[in-house]
């Protein structure tokens, strides 16, 4: 069974930052591209970063130079640093497979931010 459970939000000041983290399991993970995913208030769910198997990254426009993405396969978990928030970062953060997997959402994580 596929688990993937996401850590780390909480409300943060304009500027600020967060470390959200995703632990995986029932997939074999060393081989799985995953990404980051956020769904703001009224708005439809969109892809945020992505990091391939072999550790290439990429980002969304609204995100690079701003966001991080890594991956530690030793312990199976994915994480997004978050820096120079800003209001419109507020959202539920997911992660998933690298194109998602509709039957892999959990519940997220909420990152709030405030002006």
């Known amino acids: 069974q596929v688990r993937l459970v996401e850590s780390g939000g909480g409300l943060v000041q304009a500027g600020g930052s967060l470390r959200l983290s995703c632990a995986a399991s029932?997939?074999?993970?060393?081989?799985?591209?995953m990404g980051w995913y956020r769904q703001a208030p009224g708005k439809q769910r969109e892809w945020v970063a992505g990091?391939?198997?072999?550790?290439?990254?990429y980002y969304a426009e609204s995100v690079k130079g701003r966001f991080t993405i890594s991956r530690d396969n030793a312990k199976n978990m994915v994480y997004l640093q978050l820096n120079s928030l800003t209001p419109d970062d507020t959202a539920v953060y997911y992660c998933?497979?690298?194109?998602?997997?509709?039957?892999?959402w959990g519940q997220g994580t909420q990152v709030t931010v405030s002006s």
């Open positions: 998933n497979l690298s194109p998602a997997n509709r039957a892999y």
């Open positions: 029932g997939i074999i993970f060393s081989v799985s591209d």
């Open positions: 990091v391939a198997s072999g550790g290439y990254t």
